[in-house]
Structures are given as structure tokens and as C-alpha cells.
């Protein structure tokens, strides 16, 4: 494996930040040259997604926070600061709607750094405390997964701050570690699974920690922008499906089975079953790992790949968050040793997030099959360390 030598895995990280710093300099200056600097050559607001938390933060200064429901209003509002179509309706609950509503105080572009120099901060910290490696925050930002949240301007970074914090806290500090869990219900497809484990691991008191910290963000989120916001919230939550039926959502920009099915042809229908299927197969795989007296790191890392996988509801930029599984899995690779194709699979999984959107031209979506793998991968070392702890040394990489 001297492929994975600390050498070569710098110039690899390198070669990928350049790419990213090439394509970041020639979005700035499209937007540059499209007049007003808020707009690239796609015709996207420039920060993409973040152009709906900005909007939505400035109605909700504005007094008018169920207006960020109102799909009609909202594109209006988009077409007139923006000057370009961009129809993609607020899914989200009123708690990130809470979350972002202090955005529009700056004016639009300084709200975006600050927004994604917060998160990355965040996001990098965390994965920094699973792999304390010099190297881990190269290969944090050069994982294409970061990529994608930030030439997006999404949240990955926050949802991984988040998850991966309260997963870190877990053991010593459960009830911090359950209340920064409960935070992440502001993306409640990223958070069902949480409980799930929680309760198969017997984390009393991180449940109801979490538990409450989800309950205080709904309740401020009620106290502060009112029960017209979530009136016009539970009207909408139907609208995903619709849009997915209709064929209005960007399937493949999706990385979920569900997702992958529908880009393959196969129909909303058999689409259904498949990820039925499969999240039943998971939250199986969750409740047995966590019964067990596993390590955090694979008890973690089985939960964020199973959340990956059992949502079906989930975009590239959300891939931020597989940089979790691949830091708590290298570093225990790095320090007890490989199994046979591990480093291959955590390889294909930092890989995958740039990979997998070429793939789609030819409507076949990858992430899914990744994902597949490294859970698997995790339930083999799982069975690995209880037959034979510790884990049987193979090759370890140069540092």
C-alpha cells in the first residue's frame, strides 16, 4: 500500500485543491461578468442553494416568515435580487428556517463567506478531534464531498459538525453529545435513524437529551417566527413526493437507492420497494452494531453510512457528511491496521462524491453502491473485532 505514504497522498489532496481553486476563480468571474456578481454561468445565483437562506432570512426580517413557504412568492423574490430563474421551492423545517434567519443582516456575499467559513470551521474541527493526523485536514477539504457542499453553499458542513460531535461526545459527555443530536433535526431525514440506534445502544440519557434539544429548537422556532410558519410548513411537507412523481426534482443529483432507481428507469413503484427494502436491511444492521460493545468507530461510522442509506431523500452535498465514516475508519486502519480491501473501499468512498456525478450521464448512479460497500465493510470488522479483538493487523500505511 505505498500508494498510501504520506507523500503521495499530499500531491493527491493538492492536485484536487487546485482543481477546486481553477473552478472557483472562473464561477467568481462569470459572476463578475455577468454585471451584478450575483449570478455564474450557469445562470445560478452565485452560492447556489445558499441563495434560498439568504431570501429566506430576509423575509423573515422582514416580517413575513410564512412567505418562505409560498413557492410563487419565493421564486419572485429570487428572479428580482437574483435576475435568473432558479425554481427550487424551501423544504426545510421552521428550525433551520430559526437557524439561518440572521443571514440577511449582511449583505448577501459577506453572509455567504461568513456561512461557509462557520461550518467548514466546524466541520473541520470535528473530523481533525476522530483522525488527530496532519494530514486529515488536507484530505478534508480535498475530499470532493467538501467540494460539493461548498460550490453549493448547503449545509453539509453543519449537519456534519453536528452529527460528528455528538457522536464524539457520546461516551463521556452523553447528555452534550444527545442535545447537539437533537439540533440536527433541522434536517429531520438526516436525524430519524439517530433514536434508532441510540435506543439499541441503551444511551438513556443521550436520548433524552437529544430529545430535548430537538424539542427546544421546535419550541423557539415557534416562539420566534409563529404558528403561521409552521401552518404553511405541514401544508407544503407533501410537496417533495409531488415534485418527485412529476419528474421536478433533480434525480440525479440525488445519491439515495430511491433516486438511483428512478434515474435507471425503474419507476416510482418498484423505486419504493427497493429503498423499503433496504432501510429495513439497515436500521437491522444499526440495531445490531450498536447492541454490541463496539468501538465509537464503528458504531459512528456504521450510523452515518446507514443514515446515507436509509433516507431517501438525500443530494450530493450531503456526501459532506461521509467525510465522518472515512476519518474514524482510516484512523483506526492507520493505528490498528487494514483488513483485506479496506483502504481500496475507503479509497472508491473519498472518490466517489467526484466520480459519481459523470456517471449519471449515462443514468447510473454510483453513491448508493459505495455507500452499500462501506457498510458492509463496517459489519465485517464489526464480526471481525468480536471474534478475534484486537483487529488482526494486515499492512499499515507510512506515516
Not at 66 to 76: D, E, Y
Not at 82 to 101: A, E, K, M, Q, R
Not at 196 to 215: F, K, P, S, T, Y
Not at 305 to 321: C, R
Request: proline share 7%; charged share 10%.
Amino acid at each position: 500500500m505505498k500508494w498510501l505514504n504520506r507523500d503521495r497522498l499530499t500531491i493527491y489532496s493538492l492536485i484536487f485543491l487546485i482543481l477546486y481553486a481553477i473552478f472557483a476563480t472562473v464561477l467568481i468571474a462569470s459572476a463578475v461578468i455577468s454585471g451584478h456578481g450575483r449570478a455564474d454561468f450557469w445562470g445560478r445565483p452565485l452560492g447556489a442553494d445558499f441563495s434560498h437562506y439568504w431570501l429566506a432570512s430576509s423575509m423573515v426580517l422582514a416580517g413575513d416568515p410564512a412567505g418562505v413557504f409560498n413557492f410563487p412568492q419565493f421564486l419572485a423574490a429570487e428572479k428580482a435580487f437574483f435576475g435568473v430563474h432558479y425554481p427550487v421551492p424551501w423544504f426545510y423545517p421552521p428550525t433551520f428556517l430559526l437557524i439561518v434567519s440572521p443571514l440577511a443582516l449582511l449583505p448577501y456575499l459577506p453572509s455567504l463567506v461568513l456561512w461557509l467559513g462557520l461550518t467548514l470551521s466546524g466541520y473541520l474541527l470535528v473530523l481533525r478531534r476522530i483522525a488527530p493526523h496532519p494530514l486529515t485536514i488536507w484530505l478534508a477539504l480535498a475530499f470532493p464531498g467538501t467540494f460539493q457542499n461548498f460550490f453549493h453553499g448547503q449545509n453539509g458542513f453543519l449537519s456534519a459538525a453536528l452529527l460528528g460531535g455528538g457522536l464524539l461526545l457520546l461516551d463521556s459527555y452523553p447528555l452534550a453529545g444527545g442535545f447537539l443530536l437533537g439540533l440536527l433535526s433541522y434536517k429531520p431525514q438526516l436525524a430519524i435513524l439517530v433514536p434508532v440506534a441510540l435506543i439499541a445502544g441503551r444511551r438513556w440519557q443521550a436520548l433524552v437529551a437529544m430529545l430535548i434539544g430537538a424539542l427546544m429548537l421546535i419550541l423557539a422556532s415557534f416562539l420566534c417566527l409563529g404558528k403561521e410558519v409552521w401552518i404553511a410548513f405541514f401544508h407544503n411537507s407533501s410537496l417533495p413526493m409531488q415534485l418527485l412523481r412529476d419528474g421536478s426534482l433533480p434525480v440525479a443529483k440525488m445519491v439515495t437507492v430511491f433516486s438511483a432507481t428512478l434515474l435507471f428507469g425503474g419507476g416510482l413503484r418498484l423505486a419504493v420497494i427497493i429503498q423499503a427494502g433496504l432501510m429495513l436491511g439497515v436500521a437491522s444492521g444499526i440495531i445490531c452494531i450498536w447492541h454490541r460493545e463496539t468501538s465509537l468507530a464503528m458504531r459512528a461510522s456504521a450510523l452515518v453510512v446507514g443514515i446515507l442509506l436509509f433516507t431517501p431523500y438525500a443530494f450530493s452535498y450531503d456526501l459532506a457528511i461521509l467525510a465522518l465514516p472515512l476519518a474514524w475508519l482510516g484512523w483506526e486502519g492507520f493505528t490498528r491496521g487494514w483488513i483485506p480491501h479496506e483502504p481500496a473501499v475507503l479509497c472508491f468512498g473519498w472518490l466517489m462524491p467526484f466520480i459519481a456525478p459523470f456517471l449519471t450521464i449515462i443514468k447510473f448512479q454510483l453513491a448508493p453502491l459505495i455507500l452499500v460497500a462501506l457498510f458492509v465493510l463496517i459489519m465485517k470488522k464489526c464480526q471481525m473485532n468480536q471474534m478475534q479483538p484486537p483487529l488482526q493487523i494486515t499492512t499499515s500505511p507510512t506515516p
